[in-house]
């Protein structure tokens, strides 16, 4: 992954969540929520399907209408994989893992599949050292 590839993600419009749920504690809600200040429409993608941070929420990201750009992969790194999988299947753009989230193999079929990858990264952190 390269700063172009970082750049390239932090511009995109549609973020999809996977594992944004309604607890502010979590990390996700935290990076969803600076996201969508951020100007980004955000998606919550979460097996309760609930509304989050006033945005519906959607189950799967088979059932998000329209395009999405990156999904943030939310899962531990047991579970990226699938997510991987899935946002492929979708037809998202780009896959974001953040810190501590490392599937290798899943990053390699992202790629593979045409999609950008960032892995291992903060999009708080990178968004404050380029903007």
């Known amino acids: ?17 996977v594992g944004l749920g309604d607890s502010p ?13 951020r100007g980004k429409t955000i998606v919550p993608v979460h097996p309760d399907g609930a509304e989050v941070l006033g945005e519906p929420g959607y189950r799967s990201l088979a059932e998000v209408p ?17 997510v991987v999988d899935e946002a492929i ?9 953040p810190l501590d989230v490392v599937d290798e193999a899943a990053a390699q079929r992202a790629r593979d599949a045409g999609l950008d990858v960032v892995m291992d990264r903060c999009p708080a952190v990178e968004w404050a050292r380029r903007r």
């Not at 992954?1 to 969540?17: G, K, Q, S, Y």
């Not at 504690?25 to 200040?37: F, I, P, S, T, Y």
């Not at 329209?66 to 699938?82: H, K, L, N, T």
């Open 1 to 17: 992954m390269t700063d172009d590839v970082i750049e390239r993600l932090l511009d995109h419009r549609v973020w999809a969540f």
């Open 25 to 37: 504690d979590r990390e996700v809600h935290r990076q969803a929520g600076l996201m969508k200040q």
């Open 89 to 97: 299947a979708a037809g998202a753009k780009a896959v974001w893992m």
């Open 66 to 82: 329209g395009e999405i750009d990156v999904v943030g992969v939310y899962r531990r790194s047991e579970f990226a994989g699938q």
